[in-house]
């Protein structure tokens, strides 16, 4: 990984004959990857140990958590467009950014005195709403400050870091559990702490990127135009196809624990298996995207997710499976978090990225949450053996569906 001294991609000097040109990862990047490190820190530790302090401490039922599950996967979609939009509006999604990380650090430290189903959902939908304000801002920014032909790289980088704080925080959950049983008070109390410093951070050292001219004012008119033209129509459609298939991490870990009876105390290391997959994958298969094509890359780690639900399904578990459950699903989401936004990115213009993805992690958002919501109906239904077995089914099904819808979406977007 290499560091640039400088944040616009056409900022170089023109090389000199006979020269080689060594593409840099922008500074602003990195500067935002330590903010999503800090804040997955955070926020990490709390998912971590949400699914089972929700079934087992608050005592929720399978259908009850899935529709939470549902939430904290699909309620940012109600926010998601509106962030992208009024960054691109202002041409300054900083600051859009920063209002979305404030609103997420606060609900932390609000679910101490959350109890009950409809307390805990009001503080968790706070921080999705966070989550999908910040998320289209701030990648708006990332594809600003990025050479266009390593866009995958850049967004592979941001993620990487990110990761970096998605193992960290159920690490420090889990020795807070070894520590004290049973207290999650004190998780929420230090992911609150951590996701201030992270917010520190944005306010204080991300540079305020502009991402349209003073002279232009985005009209919504415009940006539903792109958004709805016929260079997103397909991806968005592909992007639906896949997100109703896509299970919630909860549900799968979930089903390791209750097939190969994990002790609680360890229930959030699950979550570290995964972030370490996903930490090794995620900066090659930003490279391998930007050489290959980022919708091949995008079908594939589908692929990847496919297998994990046939190896959660089997009635037999163990380490090994379980390993290697949790490395394919690191995989899965080192092929499509950051190659989504990278690909769609270069198929609106400049002034409207944001929308444009913000109108990707929407469709991506509500698909999930239908996908929850389904899949917690049928595990009380059916349970989770059969369930993950169905979807399996499904996604197969919907794969070489995707690989179609995308298909020369790669020409398009070099084309733009």
Not at 63 to 91: H, K, T
Not at 134 to 153: H, K, N, V, W, Y
Not at 173 to 201: C, E, N, W
């Amino acid at each position: 990984m290499y560091v640039s001294l400088r944040d616009r991609p056409g900022a170089d000097k023109a090389p000199g004959p006979g020269s080689t040109v060594v593409k840099r990862v922008s500074t602003t990047v990195l500067l935002l990857g330590t903010v999503s490190l800090l804040t997955d820190v955070s926020s990490e530790m709390v998912a971590s140990v949400l699914p089972l302090y929700l079934t087992a401490a608050v005592g929720l039922s399978p259908v009850a958590y899935g529709f939470l599950d549902g939430m904290y996967q699909g309620v940012s979609a109600v926010v998601r467009i509106a962030g992208g939009y009024a960054g691109d509006r202002g041409g300054q999604p900083k600051w859009v950014a920063v209002l979305g990380y404030g609103a997420s650090a606060v609900s932390r430290i609000l679910m101490l005195p959350a109890a009950g189903f409809a307390a805990i959902t009001a503080v968790v939908t706070g921080d999705r709403l966070g989550k999908g304000l910040r998320t289209a801002p701030r990648d708006a920014l990332i594809a600003e400050a990025s050479d266009p032909s390593m866009l995958g790289r850049s967004f592979g980088v941001h993620r990487a870091l990110d990761t970096v704080g998605a193992a960290l925080g159920p690490v420090v959950a889990f020795a807070l559990l070894a520590s004290v049983p049973g207290s999650y008070d004190s998780i929420f109390v230090v992911s609150f702490a951590v996701a201030l410093v992270g917010l520190a951070v944005l306010v204080l050292f991300v540079p305020n990127l502009r991402t349209s001219t003073g002279a232009v004012r985005v009209g919504l008119r415009r940006v539903l135009r792109e958004i709805g033209g016929r260079r997103l129509r397909r991806p968005l459609i592909a992007a639906a196809v896949l997100g109703l298939l896509t299970v919630g991490d909860g549900f799968l870990y979930l089903s390791l624990q209750d097939r190969d009876d994990i002790a609680a105390q360890y229930f959030p290391l699950l979550y570290v298996g995964t972030n370490i997959a996903y930490l090794a994958l995620a900066v090659p298969l930003g490279r391998l995207s930007d050489r290959v094509g980022r919708g091949r890359v995008l079908v594939a780690g589908h692929g990847a997710l496919l297998a994990c639900y046939l190896l959660a399904a089997l009635p037999a578990g163990g380490i090994g499976l379980t390993v290697s459950v949790l490395l394919l699903l690191g995989v899965f989401y080192a092929a499509t978090d950051g190659v989504l936004p990278a690909l769609i990115s270069r198929l609106v213009s400049a002034e409207t990225r944001g929308s444009g993805i913000a109108a990707a992690q929407t469709v991506v958002a509500l698909a999930r949450f239908a996908s929850s919501v389904l899949f917690g109906l049928l595990w009380a239904v059916q349970g989770p053996g059969r369930s993950l077995v169905l979807f399996a089914v499904l996604l197969a099904a919907a794969v070489p569906v995707a690989a179609w819808l995308l298909r020369g979406i790669d020409r398009a977007e070099a084309a733009a």
